[in-house]
């Protein structure tokens, strides 16, 4: 028999649940006892919950998987408990791990990035249930500990289990913070995808005054760089701009200048939309190598590729919760780095990204105004409620 839902929360309760959360020392990959405390809560409400942790090379790291109901549609609010590093403590106006009430903002380290938004998502969902205690289908939390860093060992880890199983799922919702002036301008209908790359560039090392017994890779890779860097990779689409390409950092010789340096080491990076594919880019950046007949190693790194949600029933479905709470219709956007939907498109159709203003993520003092964030749960029930009612 399913557990009795309780009486529906009442309006300091997503406040209470983010300072609880933001006390808790989650620098990733810890987790500080934040999936304990989400499953308290949420275990009363009938969801199944599951840990699905994993430990890496980065250590140990705590996912949660709750579930509740076994029909379709299967929707989810996924996101992350660990934080960065506060930075120098004693540049912050207050402990970043003492939420902090402050001139109409919440102050601590995951205010806005993002254990707001998990808070709201957890009381949203109780709000949902004490109103609604039968929907039609599913709701899921998934949740990790592993985000910020590497994330080699969270969302992607519960994907693969959740994959092996057979599940799928239809809508999900990552509470990253993507307001930019005011909560519920933007959300993100998909992100690019990121390729890395390590080139060394061989060459022969020896004195700079005899370059005949010499072959130097600064002067050798130059021509091949500058055409790589000119290159036009794709011309973007209507969701996304043109994939880009960009030298993060170049490194040879010695330290001296009499040596002619024996290797090239340059590291790259290309933002890459749904015009290209990560097999495309690194085919065409071989042929150029191989074109200036160099001598090389390259080793690449696909960080995710890119996703992309065209207007459907989730988009629907949160524009309208977002217009009736705020007023305003957010723009779709796909800017800004990767996000943990990159893993969770592998097994969903739709996947947004929407959360508070995300001007002081990662800062030090970083905040989120206490004005948005009751306005943030009602627009998580509301969305839930229109896709389960």
Known sequence: MRNAVPPAPTFTATLDLAKALIERRSITTEDAGCLDLIAARLAPLGFVCERIDSTGPTGHVCNLWARRGTTQPLVVFAGHIDVVPPGPEDKWQSDPFVPTERDGMLYGRGAADMKTSVAA???????????????????AFLLTSDEEGDATDGT???????????????????GEPTSVNRQGDM???????????????????????????????????????????????????????????????????TGVTNVVPGTLEVLFNFRFSTASTAEGLQNRVHEILDRHQLEYDLAWLLGGRPFLTTPGRLVTALTAAIQAETGITPELSTTGGTSDGRFIADI???????????????????????????PLTRIYAATFRKLLG
């Open 121 to 139: 998502a957890v009381v949203a969902a109780e709000q949902l249930l004490a109103s609604l205690p039968e929907p039609n289908g599913s709701l």
């Open 156 to 174: 992607v880890k519960v994907v693969e289990a959740l994959k092996a199983r057979g599940v799928t799922l239809d809508c999900c919702i990552v």
């Open 187 to 253: 959300m993100k209908n998909g992100r690019r995808g990121s390729l890395s790359g390590k080139l060394i560039v061989k060459g022969i090392q020896g004195h700079v005054a005899y370059p005949e017994k010499v072959k130097n890779p600064i002067h050798l890779a130059a021509p091949a760089l500058a055409e790589i860097a000119a290159s036009r990779w794709d011309d973007g689409n209507e969701f996304f701009p043109p994939t880009s390409f960009q030298i993060s950092n170049i490194h040879a010789g």
């Open 348 to 374: 969903c159709p739709e996947v947004v990204e929407f959360g508070p203003v995300n001007a002081t993520i990662h800062k030090i003092d970083e905040c989120v105004a206490l004005a948005d964030i009751e």
